[in-house]
Each structure stands twice: as C-alpha cells, then as structure tokens.
C-alpha cells in the first residue's frame, strides 16, 4: 500500500502562483508514473498533469498547458505541481496519484493509489 500527502494548497488570487507538493510514503511509487487530478463541486474529476517514472515524459490537460509545470524528485519520492497564472476556473480539490504504469498517462482508470486532496481556491 502506497500512501499520498498532497500539500500547499491554499487561497489566492487570480493571476498568482501556488506549488503542489506529494510526498509518497513508499520509494516504490519511483518506479511509476504519477499523475495530478482535481475536482471542482458538481464536477467529474478532471486530468491536469502527470509525470513518468524518471520525469522523462509529461502530459498535461489542455486547461493547464502553458501554466502549469509538474515535476518530480525520485530521491526524496516527491512529484511537485507549480501553478501559475491561476484563474478562477481552477479552483478544485487536487489529487495526486500512482499509476500502475511507468509513463505519464491521463487514463484516470490507470492509476491506482489516491491521496486526501488538498483545496485550491482562486478568487477574482
């Protein structure tokens, strides 16, 4: 069993930046992918980011391109998400997540540990 820790969450403004952290309790999640989702109320969840085993490789939903930066320390078994140029419309709870897999994927169904969530609210 894998547990996740999602931190750095908060409350800011349009137009201003929050870093994500996700700190695994096992190195075995090294070996495989990581993946960041979040989900606003009355929503379904929602793809943003995810990374490779080696952070060779990374995809991102097409809301976020260009914004966000999904990253990943194998040695401390981190994988961190810096968010700038936050709108409104990315206020969610985020979900970090282990893939079964070593690639990046966006394939909700592939990934297999989940963590708390951390709340993100972006105010106009």
């Known amino acids: 069993q894998v547990q996740l820790v999602e931190s750095g969450g908060g409350q800011v403004q349009a137009g201003n930046s929050l870093r994500l952290s996700c700190v695994a309790s096992r190195r075995t999640s090294s070996n495989n992918g990581v993946g960041w989702f979040r989900q606003a109320p009355g929503k379904e969840r929602e793809f943003v980011a995810a990374i490779s085993w080696n952070g060779g490789s990374t995809e991102y939903g097409d809301a976020v391109k260009g914004r966000f930066t999904i990253s990943r320390d194998r040695a401390s078994s981190s994988v961190n998400l810096q968010m700038n140029s936050l709108k409104p419309e990315d206020t969610a709870v985020y979900y970090c997540?282990?893939?079964?897999?070593?690639?990046?994927?966006?394939?909700?169904?592939?990934?297999?540990?989940w963590g708390q969530g951390t709340q993100v609210t972006v105010s106009t």
């Open positions: 997540a282990v893939s079964r897999s070593a690639a990046a994927t966006s394939r909700r169904d592939m990934y297999q540990y």
